[in-house]
C-alpha cells in the first residue's frame, strides 16, 4: 500500500476516534475543549504526514525532493479530507443531529448577551441556520482540512527534503 494511502487512511480513522470521544463527552464540553481539539487534529497530520514522508525517503534510498515530499503529504492529507468530510456529513446527520441546534441556541443566546434586538437576532439566526447544515458542514471541513493540511505538506516538505547528491531521486 502507498504510505500517502496508508497514513491517509490512519489520519482519518483517528480523526474520527477523536472525534467520537468528542461526542461521548457531550456537546458541552466539545464546545469548551474546541482548541485543544484543533491541535490534537493538527497533530494527528502531522504526524501521518511525518511518516508517510519518512517511508517515501526509506523507498528513496534515505532521499527524496520537496516535491516528493510534499507531494506525499498532500496526498496523505487529501484523503483525509475526503474521508473527513464524509464523516462530517454522517456525524451531523445521523450520530449527532442535536450539536447543530446547540451550536444555534449558544449563538442565539451570545447575541441577546451582546444587546442584539430580537429582529436582529432572527435575521442572523436564519443567516446562520442556511450554513449549519450537515452538506455545508461537510464542505467546510473538506475546504479547511485541506488548506490546513496544504500548509503543513508545504512546512514539511520542505523541512522534511533531502536532496541526493548524485542528482537522481527514485
Not at 44 to 64: N, P, T, Y
Amino acid at each position: 500500500m502507498k504510505p500517502f494511502l496508508k497514513y491517509g487512511l490512519l489520519g482519518a480513522a483517528l480523526s474520527i476516534i477523536w472525534t467520537l470521544i468528542g461526542y461521548i463527552m457531550g456537546n458541552e464540553m466539545q464546545e469548551k475543549l474546541k482548541w485543544l481539539s484543533t491541535i490534537i487534529m493538527i497533530a494527528i497530520s502531522v504526524f501521518c504526514f511525518i511518516a508517510a514522508i519518512k517511508e517515501e525517503r526509506l523507498a528513496g534510498e534515505g532521499f527524496i525532493s520537496f516535491g516528493k515530499a510534499f507531494g506525499t503529504a498532500f496526498k496523505t492529507g487529501l484523503i483525509m479530507a475526503i474521508i473527513g468530510a464524509i464523516f462530517t456529513y454522517l456525524y451531523f446527520a445521523f450520530i449527532n443531529t442535536s450539536y447543530m441546534t446547540f451550536v444555534l441556541e449558544k449563538a442565539q443566546e451570545e447575541m441577546s448577551n451582546r444587546g442584539m434586538d430580537e429582529e436582529q437576532i432572527e435575521m442572523a439566526m436564519k443567516m446562520q441556520s442556511k450554513f449549519i447544515t450537515p452538506p455545508v458542514m461537510a464542505g467546510f471541513a473538506f475546504v479547511g482540512g485541506l488548506i490546513v493540511n496544504l500548509i503543513i505538506a508545504l512546512i514539511l516538505g520542505a523541512a522534511m527534503k533531502k536532496e541526493n547528491p548524485a542528482g537522481e531521486i527514485k
